[in-house]
């Protein structure tokens, strides 16, 4: 009888804590800049503070954008991340009657991996009838359908008008937030998706998009949606994996003739085949088809010798551009017909293609990027080359995701990055054919092929000034700002 009151009087206890504590845990400080990845553990790693908001989930960000005012950006990965880890969902969970809001009007949005296509109606619409099917099979179809609650969501749907409950994901996330200040997108991600949810962001996007400036976007769905943009607005553009040929490019590209200042158009490396690069005289189409670009960043092949028809028609035709990067392929022909590591073949002789012959040639070093860039800042018509960029490899983010067979490519980059040196006399003198180009240049060579360590960096120091700093890889773009 004496403990018969406790259990009670501890449960009060808990409810009183859990009153106190829940607003606590609710309350953050509201973000202006949301930048995450779903699924993602964040606390504490990741140096979040009490008060910031959970990003972890699709629901958590959810929250957060139906509560803030000042989000001027948003950027969001959804993915699977190792062998376990997936998001709670994949698109967030907007109210299909429509009574969702975001009060802010962000200027960035960044999307990758996000399934704007879902349409809650599919997923609760009544199971489609089909005369080959068994009568107990379609009856067991229908009971599943109201026992799992989508016939109820489907009745409760049906009192709404039509092209309410038909929305799909990306109609909802239209009405709820205001599009019109966007000025960079982003949609990456997308190489694996079709035509029908192309042709969704296609016809709903563009008229939504008045302020859009700059569009950074992969896959060969995004032809239409260049195209379809107000002529003459895009400033920036990144276009990665586009599939299209160079005459194709152009087409597009009139799009934004006048207004297009930089320009990145490539396709990453991979073992399968040698990727397509533009011939000299698609290099002089583009450049008439965009005659103020600033910044280009396209993909060059090397066959033995270096691209130097290619080069010197960029320079000779882009009269503006003043910074240049280059991708080039890492393989060499014997590597990519070699079989791959994970799945060696019976009778291959490995001695075929060992050494620097797996790579492509010539190698991109020090004393090559220097050349080169001498050659090409000594040919450039109109405005003098400040930079140039030469990236060979892979350039993709590391995998992160599930199973996945590890390529000969996988993390192997080189790059260099060179300037035209501001004061004379500093940076070595003479390069290329005029002598009164100074020019410096910095880089870190992944080209090492000893037998001992499987895959090490190479680091190549010459005379001119040399700035990597340390023995991990160095972030290009760092180094291109200490130069
Ligand atoms: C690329 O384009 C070619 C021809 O236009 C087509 O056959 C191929 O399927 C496309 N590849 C992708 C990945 O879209
Ligand atoms: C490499 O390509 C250039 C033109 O881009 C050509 O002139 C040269 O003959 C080619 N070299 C080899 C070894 O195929
Ligand atoms: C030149 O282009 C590279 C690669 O696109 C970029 O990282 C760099 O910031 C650009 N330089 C300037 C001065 O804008």
Redesign the pocket.
């Known amino acids: 009888m004496k403990h018969a009151r406790s259990p009670p009087r501890l449960g009060f206890l808990l409810l009183l804590l859990i009153v106190l504590i829940a607003p606590a845990a609710v309350a953050f400080k509201c973000p202006t800049v949301i930048d995450t990845t779903v699924p993602g553990t964040d606390w504490p790693r990741n140096g979040r503070q009490p008060d910031d908001p959970p990003l972890g989930t699709m629901v958590d960000v959810h929250n957060v954008l139906s509560r803030c005012p000042d989000i001027t950006t948003l950027k969001l990965r959804v993915t699977l991340l190792g062998c376990s880890e997936g998001p709670d969902r994949w698109t967030f969970p907007f109210d299909q009657a429509g009574s969702s809001r975001y009060p802010s009007s962000p200027e960035v949005l960044s999307l990758e991996g996000y399934h704007f296509h879902e349409s809650q109606w599919e997923e609760v619409r009544p199971p489609p009838f089909s005369r080959g099917d068994w009568l107990l099979d379609s009856i067991s179809y229908y009971l599943n359908w109201i026992i799992s609650g989508r016939a109820w969501m489907w009745a409760k749907w049906n009192i709404f008008p039509d092209e309410q409950w038909r929305k799909t994901n990306l109609d909802l996330w239209v009405d709820a937030m205001d599009f019109s200040r966007i000025r960079e997108l982003t949609l990456s991600d997308w190489m694996k998706h079709d035509n029908e949810r192309a042709k969704l962001l296609v016809s709903r996007l563009p008229p939504r998009l008045p302020a859009l400036r700059s569009l950074a976007v992969s896959g060969s769905w995004a032809t239409d949606l260049i195209s379809s943009l107000p002529d003459n607005s895009l400033r920036h553009l990144s276009w990665i994996s586009s599939n299209q040929t160079g005459d194709s490019l152009v087409d597009i590209l009139q799009h934004h003739s006048t207004s297009l200042e930089s320009l990145e158009w490539r396709t990453p490396e991979t073992l399968a085949r040698v990727r397509e690069a533009l011939s000299p005289d698609q290099i002089r189409s583009v450049a008439a088809a965009v005659p103020s670009l600033k910044h280009l960043t396209l993909d060059l092949n090397r066959?033995?010798?270096w691209?130097f028809?290619?080069l010197e028609a960029i320079v000779t035709s882009f009269p503006r551009l003043t910074n240049l990067t280059v991708y080039l392929e890492m393989a060499s022909e014997c590597r990519r017909q070699a079989p791959p590591d994970y799945q060696p073949q019976r009778g291959y002789d490995h001695r075929t293609c060992e050494g620097p012959d797996e790579f492509a040639q010539p190698l991109l070093d020090a004393e090559a990027a220097e050349e080169l860039f001498g050659f090409v800042a000594g040919k450039k018509v109109g405005e003098g080359l400040e930079e140039m960029h030469f990236r060979a490899g892979d350039w993709l983010r590391p995998w992160d995701g599930p199973l996945y067979f590890q390529d000969w490519l996988d993390g192997r980059k080189s790059w260099a990055t060179c300037r035209r040196a501001r004061d004379l006399g500093k940076g070595s003198s003479d390069s290329g054919r005029d002598a009164r180009i100074n020019v410096e240049c910095a880089g870190e060579y992944g080209l090492d092929w000893s037998d001992s360590a499987p895959w090490e960096l190479g680091h190549e120091e010459i005379d001119w000034e040399y700035l990597v700093e340390n023995d991990g890889l160095v972030d290009p773009d760092d180094v291109g700002n200490k130069l």
Do not use: S
């Open positions: 066959n033995g010798t691209p028809a290619e």
